[in-house]
């Protein structure tokens, strides 16, 4: 009678110990130490994969012109024209303030110079007597030299620096602007119409007349 072989059966041990392999084997270390896996994705891409892909031009264009459609391009068009005209409006109000500057500029030097002149006329007025007695004794030879000579040709000299000129002079056209006409004389010395004698000098201050010069006025013979 034989016995049965103490050699174990090496298919029958797989079956018992089950298909897998042994608990702790490298296979299971290996699963534990990577952790949990992504997802895959379409065609074997993961979502790290898809959020890391570069953006193409395109998208990247619509992207940039999302926010800026056509009513954006209009309002900025309507502040550039809003600018444009608030500037134009300075520049309009600063050149009509200059202009009047120098208007009013202009006019303050006339005016200041108008009141010099009747300040100076007035002076002068009171002053004719003075001119009349220093004519009279010129012409009669009392001052030719001497002291009271040099003192009124200074005092002349000093006036005409005011703008002080005399009016009347013989052989000037008559009129009747500067020329008061005493009387009519025949002569053949100066041509008719002109100052034949001057009876008495005028002055005049600039534009303004102080005292017209009384004339004779030459007529044909």
């Known amino acids: 009678m034989s016995m ?26 290996t699963a534990q130490d990577a952790g949990p896996r992504e997802e895959a994705g379409p065609e074997g891409l993961t979502v790290e994969d898809i959020l890391s ?13 999302s926010g800026a459609g056509p009513d954006a391009g209009q309002q900025e068009a309507g502040q550039q024209d809003a600018s444009a005209a608030l500037a134009a409006e300075r520049l309009e109000e600063l050149r009509r303030l200059q202009a009047e500057f120098v208007n009013f500029k202009h006019r303050t030097a006339r005016e200041k110079e108008q009141l010099r002149t009747f300040v100076t006329g007035d002076l002068l ?11 009279a004794a010129r012409q009669a030879g009392d001052l030719t030299e001497g002291p009271f000579a040099a003192i009124a040709n200074k005092l002349e000299e000093t006036l005409a620096r005011q703008g002080l000129t005399r009016i009347g002079a013989v052989g000037e056209r008559f009129d009747p ?15 008719p119409d002109q100052v034949s004698m001057v009876l008495r000098s005028g002055f005049r201050v600039g534009d303004r007349v102080v005292r017209p010069a009384q004339v004779a006025v030459a007529v044909a013979e």
């Open 177 to 191: 602007n500067v020329h008061e006409a005493v009387l009519q004389q025949p002569t053949s010395e100066v041509e």
């Open 4 to 29: 049965p072989d103490p050699t174990p059966d090496p298919e029958e041990h797989r079956t018992k110990a089950g298909d897998g392999p042994p608990s702790g084997g490298p296979d299971e270390t």
């Open 53 to 65: 892909t570069p953006q193409s031009g395109d998208a990247g264009s619509a992207d940039a012109g």
């Open 125 to 135: 007025q009171t002053l004719l007597p003075v001119f009349d007695d220093i004519d």
